[in-house]
């Protein structure tokens, strides 16, 4: 009986929270839908916002190159941040701690710090700015996240399952494809997703090295608000949303992060 008034002040305390955290994004994609510029209610429903998105080159532009970005820095980190998790687990060297420890001040470090870092440091060796030189910033900060993610996983991986498939024949490349890549796969899918997230929603590092005409989302939608905000971009966020969510449910769909398929 006594537990009944603690359970009902968590159950309460915890539909603030959702509602603290998806009501502004219900609420966004509702105007997306309203014909009035200025958010008159009642809500007159049109999607006239979205016939205008389709003809904002701007917006267009600067979301493809968010994917275009973002899907390069996950395949780069993903891949780079597997093989050294696989390399942390499998092998002792020198410096191994300080290299394992070397992961976590990327993540602690201000944005803002990291990217007028990377600004100095891509103008002194003559990368630039521009696409690549986003792409590399963002593989730089999606792989710590990559590494820990993947690390955490394959820290149950029992090696003699690769010994037994050994004994039993198959060959080293067999011994990856078979064994040791489906157990990691799971931890794989999310530091991808990790990496994607960082990169796709990343603005300093952008803003700093993005070059004239040349954006990605973030920084289009900062440019726009600094000069009027209009629906579309609450469209386009809109559009977002319900991308970045039915990417979920299709991973989710395959696979429990608990680690079974």
Partial sequence: ?????????????????????????????????????????????????????????????????????????????????????????????????????????????PWLITGTAMLLFFFWSGIGRGLHAMILGHVALALPYVIIVVSARIKGFDPDLEAAARSLGANPWQVIRHVTLPYLAPGFIAGALFAFAVSFDQFVISYFLSVPGVSTLPVEIYTAIKKGFTPEINAISTLVIAFSITLLVIVSRFYRFGGDR
């Fill in 1 to 109: 009986m006594k537990a009944r008034p603690t359970n009902m002040l968590a159950r309460i305390y915890l539909g603030l929270v959702l509602a603290f955290l998806y009501l502004p994004i219900l609420v966004m994609a509702a105007m997306s839908f309203n014909s009035s510029q200025f958010y008159m209610l009642p809500i007159d429903w049109t999607f006239d916002w979205y016939v205008k998105l389709a003809h904002n080159t701007r917006l267009l532009e600067s979301t493809r190159n968010s994917l275009l970005v973002a899907l390069a820095t996950t395949v780069i980190a993903s891949v780079l941040g597997t093989a050294a998790s696989i390399a942390f687990f499998r092998y002792d060297f020198r410096f191994k701690k300080v290299l394992q420890a070397a992961l976590f001040p990327p993540i602690a470090i």
